[in-house]
């Protein structure tokens, strides 16, 4: 018998109330939060497997086991693909779900000073995906999803498409708000097609789940 997924149960009803004052406070100010060192390795590491690359730079954030990782680098051939996630538990699975392409790379890292990182250093982005993150969905969980932490002005920063997946259709709507909150606008979709990205998206639709997304341009380079 296959290990179906829980459906998302929470106790909120609808967009947050504190949803634009978050997502304001964070746009309009500074993390101040030190950045792990173990994370500044791993990026020095990523920045140097990138050597002198000018080409497109697409980033899968919070990959997980890297599946979607590897689906990525198949799917452009002509980007580098980075996947960042904090787990060494599922980044050490990668090898299962691996690809015959030398263009992706999958490091273990803090997304939150991974992001920073970046934007400290200019860089930009061609595609941004965040697929099957943590929803959080108790209500008083709000500032733990990534568009209402200080994260969310760093997304917008590195710019690019950006494709954010999830089985919460709520979560996807707040994520669409935030976005229309930064001035940028969104669609919502249910996701459509028979080949999953990741092993979470498997578990949903094997488990009768809808998933949906949220897409945007933020900007291009």
């Not at 634009?20 to 792990?36: C, G, T």
């Not at 996947?83 to 999958?106: C, F, P, W």
């Not at 991974?114 to 930009?124: S, T």
Request: glycine share 4%.
């Amino acid at each position: 018998m296959k290990n179906l997924a829980r459906s998302i149960t929470t106790n909120q009803v609808g967009i947050h109330q504190n949803l634009e004052k978050v997502v304001l406070r964070h746009l309009n100010s500074e993390s101040q939060k030190p950045l792990s060192e173990h994370t500044k390795e791993a990026y020095q590491a990523a920045m140097e497997w990138l050597g002198d690359w000018q080409g497109d730079l697409i980033l899968d954030s919070c990959c997980g086991v890297g599946e979607s990782t590897a689906n990525i680098a198949l799917a452009h051939p002509n980007a580098k693909v980075i996947g960042v996630d904090k787990s060494a538990m599922r980044t050490e699975k990668h090898h299962v779900y691996s690809a015959q392409t030398n263009n992706y790379l999958i490091i273990r890292a803090d997304l939150q000073d991974f992001l920073r990182l970046l934007v400290l250093e200019g860089k930009r982005l061609h595609k941004h995906y965040l697929l099957y993150p943590n929803p959080y969905p108790k209500s008083a969980h709000l500032q733990r999803r990534w568009y209402a932490s200080s994260t969310f002005a760093d997304i917008v920063k590195l710019g690019g498409d950006f494709e954010v997946r999830s089985n919460w259709k709520l979560y996807i709507e707040e994520f669409a708000a935030a976005l229309n909150i930064a001035n940028i606008q969104s669609t919502v979709t249910q996701v459509q097609g028979n080949t999953p990205m990741t092993p979470f998206e498997r578990k949903y639709w094997e488990s009768g789940q809808d998933s949906w997304k949220v897409t945007a341009t933020l900007s291009k380079a």
